[in-house]
C-alpha cells in the first residue's frame, strides 16, 4: 500500500478524534498541512547527457536540489533553485510532483551571423518536471553542459521578489572571480578576473559572469545564464565556503543623472522583476569541459537562446571597422587639420577602402552634444560622408549614448536610417536590471526595423540575444585595450590570454584590437593620445583569429597602418565570422591557440601571456589529400627588445604534420593557411 495514503488515513483518523477538542478551522488547517507535505522522500529525478557523461539528479523534497555529476567526479554536489515571487507560495519548496516528462533532441542550428561556427549541432536530453501547484522546472543535459529554468503560469503580472540560484562545491575550488565592486550594480562589467579559491570570497563580494571554476580534479566550469529576457541580470556572492549565492539588481524606482551619462539610483524597489505571470524564466547554465581549450568550441549561450524573430536578414553584413576613438585622431602627414572633421573622416574611408574594409565609426563628438544625437556639429556632414562611404563600399557607424536614445529612440534612429548610416554604437548603459535588459531587446527590435546594426558598450555580458536578434554584432562588457590608455596593469597579456577562456566564450567580444605601437613591459608606458598596448605586434595581430567579433576593429591610427601596409593587408586578410571553430591548445592566464575556417581558408591564432614559449600545433583539422600554401605572421628574433619586431614567412603545409610555434615573451604567432 502506497505511504501517502497510509499516512492520509492516520491524518483523518486524527483530525476525528481531535476534533472534539479543538476549534475545526484550526485543525483543518493543521491537516491540510500535513496533507501537502513530503513526509516520505520523494524518489531523485536522474537526467543523462547524450553521452552519458554528465549526470542530474534531482531531488523534490522538501527544496528543489540537484547534483551534477561527471562520470564518478561530483562537480556540484547541492545546488538550490527557488523563485520568490510576491504574494505566491515559494517556487521550489514543498513541490509535489505532478508528473515528468522527457524529451531528447538532435537538431542543427543555422545562425544568421555565424560568429564562431556556421552550424551548431544541438543535441540534449530534457526533463520537465511538472508540480501540482503548476508550476514547472526544465533541466538540459548537454555532452558539454547543463542548465535549468523555470516556467510559470500565472493568469497576471507578478514582482519577482528574489531567485534563488545556489551551487555548492564538494571542494574549495580554483575559481577565476571577476569580481565587482559597487554595491549597486552599477558597473561596465569589464571584470579582471581574480584567481582564488571560491571559500575566500565572503557574502560582501560579488562577482559578474561568467564565473570559471576548476574542480579539485581539473574539470573546468564556466557558470552563466542564457536566454535573459524581461528580468535582472544574475550575479554570484561569496560566503567563505565552498557555497556561492545569487544576488540580482533590484528594479530602480527613481534615479537621476550624474554629470551626462552616469546613473545614481535614488530608490529601488524590493523586486527584482516585474513581470508576465505566465512565461519561462532564464536559463541558469554550467558549461563543462575535461580541459580549457574545449571552452572556446562551447556554443550553450547561443543554443539556449530564443531563436532569431527578424524576416529579413540580408541587410546584416559583418565586417571590420576603421575606429577612431583610440587612437584619438591622431591623422599625421596630411595637408589638413586632423579632428572631428568630414576631412579626417573621408581619409579613414579611403584607407578602409584600400584595404577592403567594410566600415568606419565616428565615436563620441561627432554630435552637437551627447545628448542631441540627431544633429552633427558643424565639422561634420553624415550625409556627405554617408555617400562618399557608398561610392567606395564603406558603410558609416555612429556612436550614441543610450539614454538619448532611449528617450527618442524611434525619431533618432529613422533619421539615422534616413541618412544611409548602417548601424549604431550604443555607450555606457552601465546598468544589469530588468529596465536596462529590456531596452536592449527594445533597441534591437527597432534597429532591426530600419534596418540598423547594433554594437552595445558599456553593456554586461551577452545572454544570447544576438540570436533573436542577430543585427547584434558585437559586445563590449569587456576590459579591452582602451584601458592602455590610462592603464598599465589591466589590459595586460595575461589578461588577454583569460578572455577566450571566460568573457569571449559567451558571445562576441569587442575588445577593439589593432595596436600598431607595441611595447615590452619594461618599455610599456601610458600615453592617452598616441596610445599602446603591452606585447607584441605579433600578439596583436594574432588577436584577430583569437578574438570573435563581427565588428572587429582596426583600433589605431590609420597613418601608423598605412606606414607598414605589409602588417595592415595581412590583418585586413582576416574575416570576422567563421565557419568553423577548432581549439588547438590553450590554458587559461597563459596561453591560447585556435585555428578557425573561412570558404576554403584557415586562420590561426596563438598567443601567450609574458612567458616565451613554444607550442606544437597539430594539423589534424585539415582535409587529407589537399595540399596549402601558408603565410606566418611571428614574432620577429629581437620582439623581447623591440615589440614591434615581427617576420612573415611562407611554407606549405599537408594534414598530419606538427608545427613548432614559437612565441616571444607577450607574443603572439597566427598564420593564413589556403588550400591550392
Not at 146 to 164: G, L, P, Q
Amino acid at each position: 500500500m502506497d505511504a501517502t495514503f497510509i499516512l492520509k488515513a492516520v491524518a483523518i483518523i486524527i483530525f476525528i478524534t481531535m476534533i472534539q477538542h479543538k476549534p475545526v478551522k484550526a485543525l483543518f488547517a493543521w491537516v491540510c498541512c500535513l496533507f501537502s507535505v513530503n513526509a516520505f522522500p520523494q524518489a531523485p529525478i536522474f537526467l543523462k547527457s547524450p553521452g552519458n557523461n554528465l549526470t542530474i539528479e534531482v531531488n523534490t523534497k522538501d527544496s528543489l536540489s540537484w547534483r551534477l555529476i561527471k562520470g564518478h567526479e561530483t562537480l556540484i554536489s547541492h545546488a538550490v533553485a527557488g523563485l520568490d515571487i510576491a504574494h505566491k507560495p515559494y517556487i521550489g519548496f514543498n513541490e509535489q510532483v505532478k508528473s515528468v516528462d522527457r524529451v531528447a533532441k538532435n537538431e542543427m542550428i543555422y545562425p544568421v551571423v555565424a560568429v564562431r561556427q556556421k552550424a551548431i549541432r544541438d543535441a540534449y536530453n530534457e526533463l520537465r518536471i511538472n508540480f501540482r501547484s503548476g508550476n514547472t522546472i526544465i533541466f538540459r543535459a548537454y555532452d558539454n553542459g547543463v542548465a535549468y529554468r523555470w516556467v510559470t503560469h500565472f493568469k497576471d503580472s507578478v514582482n519577482v521578489e528574489n531567485e534563488i540560484v545556489d551551487y555548492v562545491f564538494p571542494d574549495n575550488n580554483r575559481v577565476l572571480w571577476g569580481i565587482e565592486e559597487n554595491k549597486q550594480f552599477l558597473s561596465h562589467f569589464e571584470l579582471l578576473f581574480k584567481d582564488s579559491t571560491v571559500a575566500s570570497f565572503s557574502k560582501e563580494q560579488h562577482c559578474g559572469l561568467p564565473l570559471y571554476v576548476s574542480s579539485a580534479a581539473g574539470t573546468r566550469m564556466l557558470l552563466t545564464e542564457a536566454d535573459l529576457l524581461d528580468y535582472s541580470n544574475l550575479f554570484f556572492f561569496g560566503t567563505n565556503s565552498n557555497k556561492i549565492t545569487s544576488g540580482f539588481p533590484k528594479v530602480i524606482l527613481k534615479e537621476s543623472l550624474v554629470r551626462d551619462r552616469s546613473t545614481k539610483i535614488e530608490e529601488n524597489a524590493d523586486y527584482i522583476a516585474r513581470t508576465t505571470g505566465s512565461r519561462s524564466f532564464p536559463w541558469r547554465l554550467v558549461m563543462v569541459a575535461n580541459e580549457d581549450k574545449e571552452l572556446l568550441e562551447n556554443n550553450l549561450v547561443y543554443q539556449l537562446a530564443s531563436p532569431n524573430t527578424l524576416k529579413s536578414t540580408d541587410w546584416i553584413v559583418p565586417g571590420k571597422a576603421s575606429w577612431d576613438w583610440w587612437n584619438d585622431n591622431n591623422i599625421y602627414g596630411v595637408d589638413f587639420r586632423s579632428g572631428i572633421n568630414n576631412q579626417t573622416y573621408k581619409y579613414y574611408i579611403d584607407f578602409a577602402a584600400r584595404f577592403g574594409l567594410q566600415y568606419i565609426i565616428l565615436d563620441e563628438g561627432w554630435s552637437k552634444s551627447t545628448w542631441d544625437v540627431i544633429h552633427p556639429r558643424d565639422s561634420i556632414n553624415v550625409p556627405e560622408l554617408v555617400a562618399y562611404g557608398k561610392a567606395k563600399n564603406v558603410g558609416v557607424i555612429l556612436w550614441t549614448l543610450w539614454q538619448p536614445m532611449d528617450k527618442d529612440m524611434d525619431n533618432v534612429l529613422s533619421i539615422y536610417a534616413q541618412w544611409g548610416v548602417k548601424g549604431v554604437k550604443v555607450d555606457f548603459m552601465a546598468r544589469a536590471d530588468q529596465y536596462m535588459v529590456n531596452f536592449y531587446e527594445r533597441l534591437s527590435a527597432n534597429a532591426a526595423s530600419h534596418h540598423l546594426m547594433v554594437d552595445l558598450h558599456g553593456a554586461y555580458k551577452p545572454t544570447g540575444l544576438n540570436r533573436r536578434y542577430p543585427n547584434i554584432m558585437s559586445y563590449e562588457g569587456v576590459r579591452g585595450m582602451e584601458n592602455y590608455k590610462w592603464s598599465d596593469d589591466e589590459a595586460t597579456p595575461p589578461h588577454e590570454v583569460t578572455l577566450p577562456f571566460t568573457r569571449m566564450v559567451l558571445g562576441a567580444m569587442d575588445f577593439t584590437p589593432g595596436a600598431m605601437r607595441n611595447a615590452t613591459k619594461r618599455d610599456f608606458h601610458i600615453n592617452f593620445d598616441a596610445p599602446m598596448s603591452q606585447g607584441t605586434r605579433a600578439h596583436q595581430v594574432a588577436m584577430y583569429a583569437v578574438y570573435e567579433s563581427p565588428w572587429q576593429m582596426l583600433a589605431d591610427n590609420p597613418s601608423n597602418y598605412l606606414r607598414d601596409t605589409a602588417c595592415t593587408g595581412y590583418i585586413a586578410a582576416f574575416p570576422t565570422t567563421w565557419d568553423t571553430t577548432v581549439a588547438l591548445q590553450g590554458k587559461i592566464k597563459e596561453y591560447v591557440a585556435v585555428a578557425r575556417k573561412k570558404g576554403n581558408q584557415w586562420f590561426i591564432g596563438a598567443m601567450t601571456n609574458w612567458s616565451p614559449r613554444d607550442l606544437t600545433l597539430h594539423l589534424d583539422f585539415l582535409d587529407a589529400g589537399k595540399k596549402y600554401k601558408v603565410k606566418i605572421f611571428s614574432d620577429g628574433i629581437n620582439a623581447d627588445k623591440f615589440a614591434e619586431d615581427y617576420r612573415i614567412a611562407y611554407a606549405a603545409w599537408v594534414k598530419g604534420q606538427e608545427v613548432t610555434v614559437h612565441m616571444q615573451p607577450g607574443g603572439g604567432w597566427s598564420a593564413i593557411v589556403t588550400e591550392e
